[in-house]
């Protein structure tokens, strides 16, 4: 940390401040200097860039640029913040793209969504908006989103007729005698889910790659600005439903942070509970899509067969099979009563029982390691070169795990330790999600006996500790928050207004969005079958990816 | 008036139909078992009428013929694949009396009608005038050429070792011994049928996941049902000619007769679903280099085990 | 003769297919409906591959503006007749997403459905019961609610 900051000394600054144990927070006073600043902190080591996110201030007529640097074994973070004019001729700044390739992708969400432009980006298209949005900025404070809905149907035919003259431009674009064609690989694609890949092939063999996403943009950052602290987690849980507990964990560690809020012991083992059983049932998921996406459906019916039993306890705790809201500012919503632990219990019989089928058959599938083994190759290096997290990352032998290097809820007190793998292919991603299913029951073992022992000693009291009183009005601040969810980091970029009822500006860095930026990569050369392997391999979510 | 028999119910169109309605029903039960579900339930015993509904739909349902297809090439293509895959059925020697066609060549009528089946798949698919379509026709075709140089090898090994190609012939006189010495050819010719009938692991020109449905892509309603109804045709014609050629056809342990040849049928069938419920899709490249490295080697290796059986173990026998 | 048709109808209706397109997050119940403990091959239903084999189109929950032309696309593909179920809050108001203007509230009056599941998202009970619906619809020839009106037809897709 010191030298991070003595780092600084060559630059201009307003402050400097140590954030978190492992954070440290800089303003700086040039905007030019960021590029400089960059390739600093990168050859210090940290070589990871999580994500660039704007802040809009419309009062002080500027705009906030947060970058988080982060070491690739996330022990030592740097938040960087450079404020830039809000005028949209000047709203300039330049881009990191050439030094941290893992920028590519945020820096064209940041120019779509704010029109901040990027000097010397490669690639500054707009990314996720519709054609529709296309030169505004729809998430600036000022924008008039009623004016621009008062013509739907005029903009839904926009959209169509690009996509129609982008089309007919393909078919100008290519020579007709060979025998190179564009498909478009989704959204009406029984593999791909709302994302569309043009893929640009010669016969089987892929050529190029363009993923085209926001297929599911819902404008989530916006429309928690729309709601009240509470109520902002229905829009956050929707961040991907696959595991959403551990999004809410996040946002709502970030509003108890600003709120000042120490949350019941209780109440932490709790989220650290409900977060596995959800990233257990993510993880499931994502290995039925990997099979599905091999031809193979048995696996898929198979860990829904067990996911079933632990969607059964969020169903006895919360009432909801999948959208549970259980988590929220203060702790978590409902009292733990008797016989919902119970469930859990079947649930981890019922896992006991099967791991052993699944595993000889669906882990150690001959078949699928001659295909899988040798595609999709990721080295270490790739990872931090591109900032990927998570799954994959772990897969490819790095050891991070936000669980264990920044801890969270009660995961200090939690007995794990990383689990990785050496290949980086997406066999070795296959494997990982298996390993980390047992990891997460080993979890739910402990978490669970931790419970059952300290509610018997009359230490947790599961009808009154769940909750604690969060203020309706928050104080300005801002805070950033880091979860380990099922597909890798999400970071929750809080800022509050003074006497705040809702959140000035959520900012939800989603590991899908970084992984699908790689597709382009991984995929060129390879032939079309390898497509649904290595995008199922990714374990990409479209719901996070657009957000 | 026999002829007319043959033609329509047995072993013709309603023998096909009433096979076909019952092996989708039997499959998609199966398939459920080993998926740990039910299936087809509620709609008559154990869910059989089910298929019958699917198939009645199909076949009322409007067939939609895309623009700028071909219509005569788009949909002559499902009739002809549907009759071409129903003639082998008329040189199978079903019981001991019956045999349609009765020829001393019935072995190389059963391979190449059975050969041409895909070229057929390939029409529909580049009619279809769809990027995914021609994508599975173009995938079909090589999978065509790969897997037949094994198949063809592997199906004439019997007719080798008995010396003829008579069908009816071979039934007669394969024994237990013979089966023993034409077990490697039928693990060879189970192989390639998978490849050939388009079954998983070689379910590679209609991968759903890779290229939506191949050369079905563009097909809906009675089209569908023809090139659905093709394909199990299709499934009974290789079936027929592996029981016939390697498994002793109609003669069972006890009795002779139909039935025999329909358990063992079924029991292939049973095997090809099983492997389709534990084995994900190969890919092209693996596919051919399987093909061309190792079984086409193997199976020019089978002929030189059956020559060397047919003078040593059976004593040149006729 | 009327028996016959009557046969007809009551294969089309016990027969549904499903086209394979999701919109949003009801395709995660959609998969449940399909897995073991839900299995709704039980009473008949199929995904397919390509929405030229369908009858049916499920509108899994929200339906952004760019979503909306390869929606309509894909109703447009499948053959006569054909149906439409509607699944979730969102694809009835814009349910959670009300607010997000790029999510459209109502897509069901450019491409209005036959039947409503609701729920966010509808519980795969719900969701069988909600064929089961339009099983009845076919069953009497009951004609779907696309074919009798709808902006989607005035547009461009």
Not at chain 1, 146 to 175: R, W
Not at chain 1, 245 to 256: F, K, L, P
Request: proline share 5%.
């Amino acid at each position: 940390m010191q030298t991070i900051q003595a780092l600084f000394q060559d630059f201009s600054t307003l402050y400097i401040q140590e954030y978190k144990p492992t954070w440290l927070k800089v303003k700086l006073q040039n905007a030019t200097d960021i590029v400089e600043v960059a390739k600093a902190l990168q050859s210090n080591g940290l070589t990871v860039i999580s994500t660039v996110s704007p802040t809009d201030f419309v009062e002080d007529n500027r705009i906030e640029m947060n970058y988080f640097f982060e070491d690739i074994l996330t022990k030592r973070n740097c938040w960087v913040k450079v404020d830039i004019p809000r005028e949209i001729e000047q709203c300039v700044i330049d881009s990191i793209t050439p030094i941290f390739k893992g920028a590519l992708w945020h820096e064209r969400e940041a120019y779509s969504m704010f029109g901040v432009r990027f000097t010397n980006h490669p690639d500054l298209r707009p990314i996720i908006v519709s054609q529709d949005f296309y030169g505004k900025t729809p998430y600036r404070r000022d924008f008039d989103w009623a004016a621009h809905e008062a013509d739907t149907l005029g903009n839904i035919q926009a959209i169509y007729e690009d996509f129609e003259q982008e089309q007919a431009q393909n078919e100008t674009l290519l020579d007709s005698n060979s025998s190179q064609m564009i498909l478009n690989w989704g959204p009406t694609h029984p593999a791909s889910g709302p994302i569309r890949l043009k893929v640009h092939c010669d016969g089987e063999d892929i050529l190029g790659i363009d993923p085209d996403i926001g297929f599911v943009w819902r404008a989530l950052e916006h429309l928690v600005t729309k709601k009240d602290f509470v109520g902002a987690i229905v829009a956050v849980e929707r961040l991907c439903f696959m595991d959403n507990i551990n999004s809410m964990v996040g946002y709502c560690q970030a509003v108890e942070e600003i709120a000042n809020v120490e949350i019941s012991e209780f109440a932490k083992w709790m989220r650290v509970l409900l977060g596995e059983v959800s990233r257990i049932s993510s993880h499931m998921m994502g290995m039925g899509n990997f099979y599905n996406s091999l031809g193979l459906h048995t696996a898929f019916m198979w860990n829904v067969d067990v996911r079933e039993y632990f969607l059964d306890f969020l169903e006895s705790y919360s009432g909801a099979r999948i959208a549970t809201a259980a988590i929220e500012p203060g702790g978590v919503r409902y009292t733990l009563e008797e016989g919902m632990l119970e469930t859990l219990q079947k649930a981890i019989e019922k896992f006991d029982a099967t791991k052993e089928e699944i595993r000889a058959i669906f882990v150690k599938n001959p078949t699928m390691k001659s295909r899988a083994t040798t595609k999709g190759i990721l080295s270490a290096q790739a990872i931090e070169e591109y900032s990927l997290c998570g799954i994959v990352a772990r897969a490819s032998g790095v050891k991070t795990d936000i669980r264990l290097d920044e801890p969270y809820a009660a995961y200090d007190q939690v007995q794990m330790d990383y689990v990785t793998q050496q290949g980086g292919s997406a066999a070795d991603r296959l494997k990982m999600l298996f390993d980390e299913i047992e990891q997460s029951v080993a979890i739910v073992r402990q978490a669970k006996a931790h419970i059952v022992a300290n509610i018997a000693n009359g230490n947790f009291n599961p009808t009154k500790d769940h909750m604690v009183k969060v203020p309706k009005k928050l104080p300005k601040g801002e805070a950033i928050s880091r979860v380990e969810w099922a597909r890798g980091e999400v970071l929750m970029h809080l800022v509050t207004d003074e006497k705040a009822t809702n959140p000035y500006r959520l900012k939800m860095k989603a590991p899908s969005f970084n992984h699908t930026m790689i597709l382009g990569e991984l995929l060129k050369g390879e032939s079309l079958s390898d497509i649904p392997l290595i995008f199922g391999s990714l374990y990409i979510c479209q719901g996070d990816l657009d957000r | 008036m026999e002829l007319l028999f043959n033609i329509t119910i047995f072993p013709g169109m309603l023998y096909f139909l009433a096979w076909t309605v019952l092996l989708f029903w039997f499959f998609r039960k199966f398939m459920a078992a080993l998926h740990k579900r039910v299936g087809p339930h509620f709609n008559g015993p154990a869910g059989s009428y089910q298929t019958l509904f699917d198939f009645t739909k199909l076949l009322t349902k409007e067939s939609v013929t895309p623009s700028g297809v071909n219509p005569y090439l788009f949909s002559l293509m499902p009739i002809l694949a549907a009759l071409i895959a129903m003639l082998p059925s008329a040189f199978i020697p079903w019981t001991p009396s019956t045999t349609v066609v009765p020829t001393e060549y019935g072995v190389l009528a059963l391979v190449v009608l059975i050969g041409i089946e895909p070229f057929l798949l390939f029409l529909s698919g580049f009619g279809s005038d769809n990027k995914y379509s021609f994508l599975g026709g173009i995938r079909i075709l090589t999978q065509m050429i790969s897997s037949e140089t094994a198949f063809f090898l592997a199906a004439l090994s019997p007719a080798l070792l008995f010396g003829t190609l008579n069908l009816q012939t071979i039934t007669e006189s394969a024994s237990w011994l013979s089966f023993v010495v034409l077990i490697p050819a039928f693990v060879l010719y189970f192989i390639a049928l998978l490849a050939l009938l388009e079954q998983p692991p070689f379910n590679i020109p209609d991968a759903e996941q890779e290229i939506v449905y191949g050369f079905y892509t563009e097909y809906s309603g009675t089209n569908y049902f023809l090139l659905k109804f093709a394909e199990f045709a299709e499934f009974m014609a290789v079936y027929a000619g592996a029981t016939v050629l390697f498994l002793g056809g109609y003669k069972g342990l006890l009795v002779d007769g139909y039935l025999c040849f329909f358990l063992k049928m079924l029991l292939m069938a049973m095997v090809m679903m099983a492997i389709r419920a534990a084995t994900p899709r190969v890919t092209m490249k693996q596919m051919i280099r399987l093909f061309w490295q190792y079984l086409v080697p193997l199976s020019l290796l089978n002929i030189a085990w059956i020559m060397l059986a047919k003078i040593y173990l059976l004593g040149g026998m006729a | 003769m009327i028996k016959i048709f009557d046969f007809f109808a009551h294969a089309k209706s016990e027969s549904l297919w499903i086209a394979h397109f999701c919109t949003g997050c009801c395709s995660l119940e959609m998969a449940a409906a399909m897995g073991p403990r839900y299995d709704w091959e039980r009473y008949g239903y199929l995904p397919t591959p390509t929405p030229r084999q369908a009858d049916i189109l499920i509108i899994t929950g929200l339906v952004t503006k760019k979503m909306l032309p390869a929606l309509l696309r894909t109703y447009a593909q499948m053959p006569q007749p054909k149906y439409v179920l509607a699944l979730g809050a969102c694809s009835f108001d814009g349910g959670p997403y009300n607010d997000s203007l790029a999510v459209i509230k109502n897509p069901t009056e450019i491409l209005p459905a036959d039947v409503f599941v609701a729920g966010c998202p509808p519980r795969p009970e719900a969701i069988v019961e909600g064929l089961e619906q339009i099983k009845y619809k076919m069953k009497h020839s009951i004609p779907s609610a696309a074919s009798q009106g709808g902006v989607w037809k005035e547009m461009k897709f």
